[in-house]
């Protein structure tokens, strides 16, 4: 192949009237265009220089000059020894910016290696221009991501001509294109990198080892608008770090409330190490709590809608109780009894009325000490309201228990939706148990069991997932509301399950600290 192209490359030369005595006058690039072409190849020149001087300052005593070419020929760099400057390269005005062109430069190993695509040495009379056998040339063509960049070649003295020199430019250019390829794939993935970064919904913010903010993506720059030198100087994250880099505590999921001056956003923040510092990630969840509390005050009004015509029946009672009495004193039938029994009455209405605003408040969290026992006695007359309607028997057991952390108004909410649902599922004259006991120190379990049909096998195995029900105008959302109270807001566990004989079982299991 090389022989065929050579002898071609000849017979142009003389169709280009070129003399082999007569040193050519080679076309040059302007300054401004070198130095764009060099700007373009800037990262690739570096790392050739970097290989190319290790070779050469191994080679020392060896005379070899190197030049360097973009993918048409020009010349954008070259180094090497002083004598082979002095010698040739003045002498035929070889420098950065010379364009080899075959009507130029005739037969020569730079054009051959770019034409070919493989390595190519000319050694003495192989070139077609006199001066030049004298010297020997090797020409390696540069490979990035298989398309040829350029060329790296070697001059050398005739006298010096070793194959060797070939086998070892090869090895070099070999080295340089592994890191240029290298290079190419970690830019590719730093773009990809960026490019995620840029458009991800998760809030990235990167510190050094000293906790200086280096760099946020626009997601995090939304959350918290304002960004500061260090992340000391916000005041929730920085407590975290703090947490996270002098402790060494595991910072996962961790909820925080972060202000703005557009609104609060609430986000689970994840602490890892990155490089030598820091990265931190924010999941913002605003819209999610939003919609969260949706949904539980969506399935507050819908116990309520159940619970309105038990609680009216409840009230009428004490009602008619009142009016009888406002009738007798009417008709001078006064007794001394009257305005205690009266005022029993009216305590009952005000708290049926306020057990029943227990649905209405709004869904904030406000964790305290209480007794489970007391909450489920406190929500008696709800819970009785459900059953009236079906003659359904409600009883308690309780058992000596300590005191948990809770939310109870979220509870009552559980304990209201559990019952509602097993009044739905049993018949006329059933029963339901509620259970509340300690089985171990570190937890309590308050049961819900009821007589029922229980749940079938395909519900059973996807309970808590929404708009799954067995009730042809529910919505599933009531289970999946009292999981999450029960699991995230208070670290328990509801377990779902039906009983032998008959009847569904609620297991919630809360931790006791």
């Given at each position: 192949?090389?022989?065929?192209?050579?002898a071609e490359?000849r017979?142009?030369?003389l169709?280009?009237?070129l003399?082999p005595?007569?040193?050519p006058?080679?076309t040059?690039l302007s300054n401004?265009e070198?130095a764009r072409?060099?700007?373009e190849y800037?990262?690739r020149?570096?790392?050739?220089?970097?290989?190319?001087d290790?070779f050469?300052?191994?080679?020392?005593?060896?005379?070899?000059?190197?030049?360097v070419t973009?993918d048409?020929?020009?010349?954008?760099?070259?180094?090497?020894?002083?004598s082979l400057?002095?010698t040739?390269?003045?002498?035929i005005?070889l420098?950065?910016?010379?364009r080899?062109t075959?009507e130029?430069a005739?037969?020569n190993?730079?054009l051959?290696?770019l034409?070919?695509?493989?390595p190519v040495q000319?050694?003495g009379?192989?070139h077609?221009?006199?001066?030049?056998h004298?010297?020997?040339?090797?020409s390696?063509?540069?490979f990035?991501q298989?398309?040829?960049i350029?060329?790296?070649s070697m001059m050398t003295?005739?006298?010096?001509?070793?194959?060797?020199?070939?086998a070892?430019?090869?090895?070099?250019?070999?080295?340089?294109?592994?890191e240029?390829d290298l290079?190419e794939?970690?830019r590719y993935?730093?773009e990809m990198?960026q490019m995620?970064?840029?458009?991800?919904?998760t809030?990235y913010?990167?510190?050094?080892?000293?906790?200086n903010?280096?760099?946020?993506?626009?997601?995090?720059?939304?959350?918290?608008?304002k960004?500061?030198h260090?992340i000391?100087?916000?005041e929730?994250l920085?407590?975290v770090?703090?947490?996270?880099?002098?402790?060494g505590e595991?910072?996962?999921?961790y909820?925080?409330?972060l202000?703005n001056?557009?609104e609060?956003r609430?986000?689970?923040?994840?602490?890892?190490?990155?490089?030598e510092?820091?990265?931190i990630q924010?999941h913002?969840?605003?819209?999610?709590k939003?919609?969260?509390?949706?949904?539980?005050n969506?399935?507050k009004l819908s116990?309520?809608g159940?619970?309105?015509?038990g609680?009216a029946?409840?009230i009428?009672?004490?009602?008619?109780?009142l009016?009888?009495?406002?009738?007798?004193?009417?008709?001078?039938?006064?007794?001394?009894?009257?305005?205690a029994?009266?005022?029993?009455?009216?305590?009952r209405i005000d708290?049926?009325t306020n057990?029943f605003l227990v649905?209405s408040?709004p869904?904030?969290?406000?964790?305290?000490?209480y007794?489970v026992?007391?909450?489920?006695k406190?929500i008696g007359v709800?819970?009785s309201s459900?059953?009236i309607?079906?003659?359904?028997e409600i009883?308690h057991?309780?058992?000596?228990?300590?005191?948990?952390?809770?939310?109870?108004?979220q509870l009552k909410?559980?304990?209201?939706n559990l019952v509602?649902?097993?009044?739905?599922?049993?018949?006329?004259?059933g029963?339901?148990?509620?259970?509340v006991?300690?089985?171990?120190?570190?937890s309590i379990?308050?049961?819900?069991?009821?007589d029922?049909?229980?749940?079938?096998?395909?519900i059973?195995?996807?309970?808590?997932?929404?708009f799954l029900?067995?009730k042809e105008?529910?919505?599933g959302l009531?289970?999946?509301v009292?999981k999450?109270?029960v699991e995230?807001i208070?670290n328990?566990?509801?377990i779902?399950?039906?009983?032998?004989?008959?009847?569904?079982i609620v297991?919630?299991i809360?931790?006791?600290t």
């Amino acid at each position: 192949m090389l022989d065929n192209y050579i002898a071609e490359v000849r017979t142009r030369c003389l169709e280009y009237k070129l003399d082999p005595n007569v040193i050519p006058a080679f076309t040059r690039l302007s300054n401004e265009e070198l130095a764009r072409i060099q700007g373009e190849y800037k990262e690739r020149l570096h790392i050739i220089r970097l290989f190319m001087d290790k070779f050469l300052d191994k080679s020392k005593g060896i005379p070899l000059l190197v030049a360097v070419t973009d993918d048409k020929g020009n010349i954008i760099e070259y180094m090497g020894d002083e004598s082979l400057e002095d010698t040739v390269v003045n002498q035929i005005g070889l420098q950065k910016g010379v364009r080899f062109t075959e009507e130029k430069a005739g037969v020569n190993s730079i054009l051959a290696a770019l034409e070919l695509k493989m390595p190519v040495q000319m050694i003495g009379d192989d070139h077609f221009y006199h001066f030049l056998h004298l010297t020997a040339c090797y020409s390696v063509p540069l490979f990035l991501q298989e398309k040829v960049i350029g060329t790296i070649s070697m001059m050398t003295f005739l006298h010096v001509a070793n194959p060797m020199i070939m086998a070892s430019l090869e090895t070099v250019v070999d080295s340089i294109e592994r890191e240029l390829d290298l290079r190419e794939r970690n830019r590719y993935l730093d773009e990809m990198n960026q490019m995620i970064l840029e458009q991800s919904k998760t809030g990235y913010i990167v510190l050094d080892e000293s906790g200086n903010i280096v760099k946020v993506n626009p997601k995090a720059q939304a959350i918290l608008d304002k960004i500061p030198h260090s992340i000391s100087e916000m005041e929730q994250l920085g407590e975290v770090h703090e947490r996270y880099e002098k402790n060494g505590e595991e910072i996962q999921d961790y909820k925080v409330i972060l202000q703005n001056d557009a609104e609060n956003r609430t986000c689970l923040v994840n602490f890892f190490p990155f490089q030598e510092g820091t990265l931190i990630q924010l999941h913002d969840i605003t819209e999610y709590k939003k919609t969260e509390s949706y949904i539980q005050n969506a399935e507050k009004l819908s116990i309520i809608g159940h619970l309105a015509a038990g609680v009216a029946h409840e009230i009428k009672n004490p009602l008619t109780t009142l009016k009888g009495f406002v009738q007798l004193v009417q008709e001078n039938r006064y007794n001394d009894t009257y305005p205690a029994i009266m005022l029993n009455e009216i305590e009952r209405i005000d708290q049926i009325t306020n057990e029943f605003l227990v649905l209405s408040r709004p869904t904030v969290q406000a964790k305290d000490w209480y007794d489970v026992r007391e909450l489920v006695k406190e929500i008696g007359v709800l819970l009785s309201s459900f059953a009236i309607s079906k003659n359904i028997e409600i009883t308690h057991s309780f058992k000596d228990i300590e005191p948990i952390y809770c939310d109870a108004n979220q509870l009552k909410q559980v304990f209201i939706n559990l019952v509602k649902n097993s009044v739905e599922a049993v018949g006329h004259n059933g029963r339901i148990d509620i259970t509340v006991e300690s089985p171990n120190p570190e937890s309590i379990l308050i049961r819900f069991m009821d007589d029922g049909d229980g749940f079938p096998e395909h519900i059973l195995k996807r309970t808590g997932q929404p708009f799954l029900t067995t009730k042809e105008d529910g919505n599933g959302l009531g289970i999946m509301v009292c999981k999450r109270i029960v699991e995230t807001i208070h670290n328990g566990e509801m377990i779902i399950y039906n009983k032998q004989g008959g009847g569904a079982i609620v297991d919630i299991i809360l931790p006791q600290t």
